[in-house]
Structure formats: C-alpha cells, structure tokens
C-alpha cells in the first residue's frame, strides 16, 4: 500500500467517497469524522490530510493553525464546499478543491505525495500537540 492519507469530514458518505478514489490510487486512507479525532489521527503520521473546513465541533482552520507551527506537518488538501475555502487555501498556502470535485482532489493528493519538495504550511514552528488541540469550554 502506498502513502496515507487522513481524511478529515465529518460527513460518513464523504469520508466513504474520499477512501474509494484515493484507494483505487493505491492510498492507505484513515480518517477523522471531528476535530478531537484528527488530532489524534495526526499520531498515524499521514502522509497528507484531506480537510473539511465545516466540522461538527469546529472550523478546520484550528487544525490549520497547529499544522502551520509545525514544520514537519503533511501537505493538506483543503475540500469544502464553504465559500471561504479558496480564500483559506490562500491564507495557509494549501491547495483548496470543491468537496465533491473527486478527481481534482486525487490529483491534488498524487502532486503533493509524489513530489520531493512538499508543499508546507506557512508559519512552521513546533509539532501540534495535545495543547494544541482546541478546549472544550
């Protein structure tokens, strides 16, 4: 099996979608339905995240935020259907698909994986950390 890619929705047909299309291209997917499961999915050491903005229990850019002070932090794949995902992949210096643009997003994934110099996060710092993780208060 090739690279591993987490899979960050919290919709179950979108997360079942996403696996299909990156395992047809030979991808071990794991995934996160929130926020608390990708930090602790980020453990499996991905080789690239696919990330919803919209979550049930936060925006995705909390994730972003950790990833960013992190300067060994996988390539991300933003994939929402919000009106601010471009707008966000530009912030963070991600590449930003349409949710249900399933070939664009494998395309995206096959780029970052199979390039030697993978796109980062602007702002690299520390590895996320349970401190990182939003509280919830």
Request: charged letters at 25%.
């Amino acid at each position: 099996m090739g690279a591993t890619v987490l899979v960050i929705d919290d919709d179950g047909d979108i997360r079942s979608l996403y696996r299909r299309v990156l395992a047809k291209r030979g991808y071990r997917v794991v995934e996160a339905a929130s926020l608390a499961e990708a930090f602790d999915q980020l453990a499996a050491l991905p080789d690239a995240i696919v990330l919803d903005l919209d979550l049930s229990d936060g925006s995705g850019t909390v994730l972003l935020d950790a990833l960013a002070r992190d300067s060994l932090a996988p390539p991300v794949v933003v994939c929402s259907s919000s009106v601010f995902a471009a707008r966000v992949g530009r912030r963070y210096h991600v590449a930003a698909v349409d949710k249900l643009a399933l070939t664009a997003i494998g395309d995206e994934i096959d780029q970052i994986v199979g390039t030697s110099r993978r796109p980062r996060l602007s702002r690299p710092s520390s590895r996320p950390s349970v401190e990182s993780r939003p509280s919830n208060s």
